[in-house]
DNA sequence: CCGCCGCCTTGATCTGGATCAAATCCCCGT
DNA sequence: ACGGGGATTTGATCCAGATCAAGGCGGCGG
């Protein structure tokens, strides 16, 4: 039922006020979903990796896109068409459940992000978005994208990135082992810091 | 199978992290969803008119409130608990389908405030605001809560709102026609500025 | 292995909006 | 009407983070 669609890298998906052309699944590769302001800005709404989903809400509500999507690597995806996803979510109440929780988890997520933005400064978002990232599961991470668009998710530009990440890694918070690892070394530290602490060093 | 509840203003309706009592909806009054910093800032996330409902999205994923809610004015609200409200989304496939494209909609303005928080200026996010309260119905806007408020809803301080709101005015794009009420004068105009042009004059 | 181009870091400066500080205004209860 | 307390306006100053400006560092194609 679903199609199997492949994108090079850097290569445009769909742009914010196209019509939704149904839902996306991921399979490979990582996906920018973003918003562009009048003078060129750019915000990373979302970076979806192999298992995630992009373009439900407006496949659900059946508006135009919201916002616009890039593959940055060569990704393959399954689309899975407005009218069929429609039929299918009409007669199936398991589904329809499934995806209603799914998008109230996925909702609340966005609350977060929206309060990290609105309510700490750089250096608690920085904080807050590498423990969330890491789970608590292991103390080492693999940041999903380059630090540019990881700085535009977080309403920030590169370069306050890469300070932050040097204040850190002064305070013994963390390590950066390489451009794309981190091994968070006080985790308890780096908590204290998302809740608006100052770090001590 | 509802409750009725009322509330005193400034009462305190639940608090982020409280268990989600259920879905309630506005009868009469005023409801000021918000979350808070560890400093102390406040963002109002939304702010909910008789006919509105909040809570809706920990109801469905089941999870505590991510937010506080408080009302602002002697507020008559419908309850329905949990446990029923479950029971009926279990059975009622209608209601589900109802519930999930509600919540579509219900994101999408959510993106869009987001987008403004991060892509507009203070004059840009003002003009948005007045253009999308208004709704192109008529030229007159009755602001819904105190001026305090709408800036925290905007991420501005009530100083900047109030010294936008005089821009805006001085530009002939707006009327202030007392502290609750505006007249839009030039729309066009507005939404140029918006846009993220500069106000002629 | 070399060269190039784009990302990342680091430093210096700038600025939009926050913060601090007064007046006013306005609503509401007495 | 009067008084009081919070809301709003207005002005002066401050500051976190943006912007501007160089280097430095990879990674990839040839």
Do not use: Q
């Given at each position: 039922m679903a199609q199997i669609r492949t994108f090079d890298r850097r290569r445009l998906i769909f742009q914010q006020d196209d019509p939704c052309p149904g839902l996306f699944i991921v399979g490979e590769g990582l996906v920018k979903v973003y918003n562009l302001a009048a003078g060129g800005k750019e915000h990373v709404l979302h970076l979806v990796e192999p298992g995630g989903t992009f373009a439900e809400v407006a496949a659900i509500g059946g508006?135009?896109?919201p916002a616009s999507a890039e593959a940055m690597e060569p990704t393959i995806c399954a689309l899975l068409p407005l009218e069929p996803f429609k039929r299918v979510l009409a007669e199936d109440h398991g589904l329809c459940l499934g995806l209603l929780t799914g998008m109230a988890k996925w909702v609340r997520h966005f609350v977060g992000l929206m309060e990290d933005i609105v309510l700490r400064d750089a250096l608690g978002r920085v904080a807050h978005y590498l423990l969330d990232t890491s789970?608590?599961?292991?103390?080492q991470i693999a940041l999903p994208a380059m630090k540019k668009d990881l700085a535009s998710h977080l309403n920030l530009t590169s370069e306050t990135l890469s300070r932050t990440l040097r204040r850190l890694t002064e305070s013994d918070l963390?390590?950066?082992?390489?451009?794309r690892h981190i091994r968070i070394k006080d985790a308890e530290g780096l908590r204290s810091v998302a809740d608006g602490m100052f770090p001590e060093s």
């Open positions: 508006f135009d896109c789970g608590g599961r292991s103390d963390i390590d950066l082992l390489d451009g």
